[in-house]
């Protein structure tokens, strides 16, 4: 994948193609910036353009150099990644002596830390001086989804480039050319919030099923009988069944938005869920605004809660507790 095959972040591709111009790339970078929006691919290709035999500010793909690097062969690119929540000591001693010593076949050494936020103390100690000081032919990049947990020194070390999410109609775009009709592809742009990555894995159905499976939760929180579903499934239950319950906290979130919009008399056409909206018009007739922003904050309070890794089981017990005391309001 070359710099103009990645989608998004026009303006970090214009900098590195302006940095590689210019032969001036940092040696220390961060990416740094949600998952899913090309962070990965991002420093694969500027590795590749950095030791591409072609091009000099992209790379061609077609070299040997970059045939290497794309199928993980190529002897001056490595990529360390996580191991059990963990960038191991010994990963970074083995980083820190291989970057002093010259490309044995490329023009220059890179070293790609995916999950950059977890590396450890002692990992990160060990980087210090390479990244403070490292040789001409060796680049560090650092891609996280959370800058803000890598420890200050690292982070004074390297310069930071900032990635966004990727725009909806693009991701639009992208997923109508993999044969998604345009009501599907609006829908599942609007659901992955600007994660690419996500929005290729989805499949129709499966995000249908959920979407169904979630409507059904949430109505059957305001019902006399049936109201202890939700927490019947994710107050305490197996890990495998949590796992799901991001998903179908941001469908509830988005569930409100659009009920909040219908009843102050919005634009259907910004409705995250058009393909809802009758249920949604006919729920948000019986619900106050006062109810509907109470509830639409208690949802966004547990979605920060959730990245924080916070226990899913209580997280559920709390929504549902407050939601109980919402009903009347």
């Not at 639009?172 to 009709?181: A, G, K, N, P, T």
């Not at 659009?258 to 393909?275: F, S, V």
Request: glycine share 6%; hydrophobic share 40%; net charge negative.
């Amino acid at each position: 994948m070359a710099f103009k095959d990645i989608a998004g972040n026009v303006r970090v591709r214009r900098i590195l193609k302006l940095a590689l111009e210019r032969g001036r790339v940092p040696n220390s970078l961060i990416f740094g910036g949600p998952d899913g929006v090309g962070k990965s691919d991002m420093a694969l290709t500027l590795a590749k353009t950095l030791n591409c035999r072609t091009l000099t500010t992209d790379s061609c793909d077609e070299c040997p150099s970059c045939r290497a690097i794309d199928s993980g062969t190529h002897p001056d690119v490595m990529v360390l990644t996580a191991e059990v929540r963990d960038v191991k000591i010994e990963q970074t001693r083995l980083l820190k002596q291989m970057a002093y010593l010259r490309p044995m076949i490329g023009k220059r050494r890179v070293f790609i830390i995916e999950e950059a936020e977890n590396l450890n103390e002692p990992s990160a100690n060990s980087l210090l001086k390479v990244l403070e000081e490292p040789p001409d032919f060796t680049h560090i990049i650092l891609v996280t989804a959370s800058p803000h947990r890598l420890v200050p020194t690292i982070r004074s070390r390297c310069q930071t480039l900032a990635f966004s999410p990727i725009g909806r109609e693009e991701i639009e775009e992208i997923l109508i050319d993999r044969e998604f009709s345009p009501e599907q592809a609006r829908i599942l742009a609007l659901l992955v919030e600007g994660n690419l990555e996500r929005a290729l894995d989805l499949e129709w159905d499966a995000v249908r099923a959920l979407k169904d499976e979630a409507w059904d939760l949430f109505a059957s929180l305001d019902s006399a009988d049936r109201s202890c579903l939700f927490l019947e499934r994710f107050g305490a239950v197996p890990k495998a069944v949590q796992e799901e319950f991001g998903g179908v906290l941001e469908l509830f979130s988005s569930f409100v938005r659009d009920m909040l919009l219908l009843r102050e008399g919005g634009d259907p056409a910004l409705l995250l869920n058009p393909d809802f909206e009758d249920r949604l018009r006919e729920a948000s007739s019986s619900w106050s605004a006062r109810r509907l922003l109470g509830v639409f904050a208690d949802l966004d309070y547990l979605l920060v809660e959730l990245d924080k890794n916070m226990n899913k089981g209580l997280l559920a017990t709390t929504f549902f507790s407050n939601y109980g005391e919402l009903r009347h309001a």
